[in-house]
């Protein structure tokens, strides 16, 4: 069976600061992997997935993440932050048929 | 139209109602899920149709009937809902193609059972 885990349930940044989610998983086979965001009241809206292919994947908002297989890990990563990216960041995995593994979520705050 | 859609966006039912959320989508997306999220929780997958055929159940308890009368279109029906079911519930879709796993939320109808 596979699992996510998100080390960090909340990180505060300042405005402007770079930041890193982190997310690990468990799995025998291979996998595919999201990172979603959901802003209060709201659904979830997609980031970025590794399929296959090159190991650092970039998304929307200026987010990035890199797949490191002998590690397990999908760290998201931003450069430097935003007031508006204060949100919930969900990992999730798969390996098909349409079942979606979420990790606990990281509540991002950003602070002025 | 690149988005899924959910309706209603607010709903307030009492235990021995019955009621239907509706999520549409128009993308050709041929797989759509139904989750459940409770607050500070992650999605939990209720619901999977494949090709407008059931191929998951997550052992939902059966006053949360889903249907799928087309490719664009899922509704769930609730009837008898206890007041731990007041969430909100999550539509997704993914397409049919190299894509597949990749699913697609809609912004969720919350639920609130008196």
């Known amino acids: 069976a596979q699992s996510v885990t998100q080390l960090d349930s909340q990180v505060p940044v300042f405005e402007e600061a770079p930041v890193e989610l982190r997310c690990n998983y468990s799995s025998s086979v291979s996998v595919y992997l999201f990172w979603y965001v959901q802003y209060p009241n709201q659904g979830l809206q997609l980031l970025l997935k590794y399929l296959s292919g090159s190991t650092l994947v970039k998304g929307i908002n200026g987010f990035e993440a890199e797949f490191n297989k002998s590690q397990t890990s999908f760290h998201l990563r931003k450069p430097s932050v935003h007031i508006s990216d204060t949100a919930e960041y969900f990992c999730a995995v798969t390996v098909g048929g349409g079942k979606l593994i979420f990790g606990q979520g990281t509540e991002l705050s950003v602070k002025p | 139209d690149t988005e899924v859609t959910q309706t209603p966006k607010h709903l307030v039912m009492g235990m021995t109602n019955k009621k239907s959320l509706k999520c549409e989508q128009h993308m050709g997306h041929r797989a759509m899920y139904w989750y459940k999220q409770k607050a500070k929780k992650p999605p939990e997958l209720m619901f999977v149709?494949?090709?407008?055929?059931?191929?998951i159940n997550e052992s939902v308890p059966s006053r949360f009937s889903p249907e799928c009368p087309n490719s664009s279109l899922l509704n769930l029906h609730l009837h008898a809902l206890q007041p731990e079911d007041s969430a909100l519930y999550l539509c997704?879709?993914?397409?049919?193609?190299?894509?597949?796993?990749?699913?697609?939320f809609g912004p969720g109808t919350r639920l609130l059972v008196l």
């Open positions: 997704a879709s993914s397409p049919p193609s190299l894509d597949s796993e990749t699913q697609y």
């Open positions: 149709y494949s090709y407008e055929k059931l191929s």
